[in-house]
């Protein structure tokens, strides 16, 4: 749903929906999203008991209505603000069973926000719908892994790219980059401040989908870039630092 400020109304943005996980980074999505009036068409929420659940702590007020509240269960959120929803139960994102729920839906693009490390390929890019990811680094220059840590030791700042996913790992259409602070508190940098810079961008791609009613892209240079893979400890012990 989107609010029309002249009309004083909600309703939903017919052909945008979101793929999710149980996942502190959803949670941001979600929560963002509903708090600048812009609500998901339908939400596929992925669960998977074997998952190795976050070590999610109560924020005080304060830090909630800074950021999001990374204690409060996605399906809460849900259910609170009466949002359509279904449950897959699979053990990854490119099962068969959200395959088929993908194609259930006439939605032509959905918000993706899976679990970390978890690249979507094969058949469910082939569904002919589009994915839309927030990438934690400037594209092409800071492609795969940990990438915020690699941007704060590298350029001192923390970069987000909003993107369509394809086939090869963060070589989509740029639809958005945005340049962001290293974070205050180095406790919150993986689970809050990571969650929270994607998901602002996501909030202003969504509000000038709403606007303009198509997403603007452009290609990536192939040849340029660097692709990282997860950091080592002393490398983001180092990076962390440097906040």
């Not at 002919?128 to 990811?133: L, R, T």
Request: with cysteine; glycine share 4%; charged share 25%.
């Amino acid at each position: 749903m989107f609010f029309d400020e002249e009309k004083g109304t909600v309703s939903k943005i017919q052909c945008v929906g979101m793929l999710l996980v149980n996942s502190s980074r959803s949670r941001a999505y979600l929560q963002m999203l509903i708090k600048h009036h812009l609500f998901p068409a339908h939400v596929i929420l992925v669960e998977n008991n074997i998952k190795k659940k976050e070590n999610i702590k109560k924020f005080d007020k304060d830090l909630v209505e800074k950021y999001f509240d990374i204690s409060e269960d996605i399906l809460d959120t849900l259910m609170s603000h009466r949002l359509s929803y279904e449950i897959v139960v699979s053990q990854n994102m490119n099962s068969n069973e959200v395959l088929r729920a993908l194609k259930k839906r006439d939605e032509k693009y959905f918000i993706y926000s899976g679990w970390s490390g978890e690249i979507l390929k094969g058949d469910i890019l082939n569904t002919g719908q589009n994915f839309i990811h927030m990438h934690a680094g400037r594209l092409p220059d800071f492609r795969g892994s940990t990438t915020i840590y690699y941007s704060i030791l590298k350029e001192n700042t923390c970069t987000v790219t909003a993107l369509f996913l394809n086939e090869n790992i963060d070589e989509g259409r740029v639809i958005k980059t945005k340049d962001f602070p290293k974070p205050d508190d180095v406790e919150i940098i993986d689970y809050v401040y990571d969650s929270f810079i994607r998901a602002s961008v996501l909030v202003e791609v969504m509000r000038d989908y709403v606007h303009t009613g198509f997403f603007e892209t452009k290609a990536q240079c192939i040849d340029n870039g660097e692709t990282y893979f997860i950091i080592h400890p002393v490398l983001k012990h180092i990076a962390i630092l440097c906040c």
